[in-house]
């Protein structure tokens, strides 16, 4: 019953910025895990970044992959039953579809991720 709606993607110029949002509806998130991966043309998933459950109490501790450090930001709002993920100074490498996924703890293994979106395309272009 658990469905993932990514939104804000979009074309941006390189070092713009772009906030993705990955709304949840008929379970709430708060004892969730819930993680980023990309997708660009004729490459492998990835795992982009992730924040763990905080076990509802609201933020829990958050993993990036190393090619996005310092440039993107991972939040949530279980009230909002809501979790972003703010891109800033984006390069070209970082055009792909953005997915969420919901499971109980972090990873960077697509595998382990029960639940999924449909992706939001991002493109860095000038």
């Known amino acids: 019953q658990l469905q993932l709606v990514e939104s804000g993607g979009g074309l941006v110029q390189p070092g713009g910025s772009l906030r993705l949002s990955c709304a949840a509806s008929?379970?709430?998130?708060?004892?969730?895990?819930i993680g980023w991966f990309r997708q660009a043309p004729g490459k492998e998933r990835e795992g982009v970044s992730c924040?763990?459950?905080?076990?509802?109490?609201?933020?829990?501790?958050?993993y990036y992959a190393d090619s996005v450090k310092g440039r993107f930001t991972i939040s949530r709002d279980n009230a909002k039953n809501t979790v972003y993920l703010q891109m800033n100074s984006l390069k070209a490498e970082d055009t792909a579809v953005y997915y969420c996924a919901v499971d109980n703890y972090c990873s960077s293994d697509v595998e382990a991720f029960r639940s999924w979106g449909q992706g939001t395309q991002v493109i860095v272009s000038s």
């Open positions: 008929g379970v709430a998130l708060d004892y969730y895990a």
């Open positions: 924040i763990s459950s905080g076990d509802g109490s609201g933020d829990g501790n958050t």
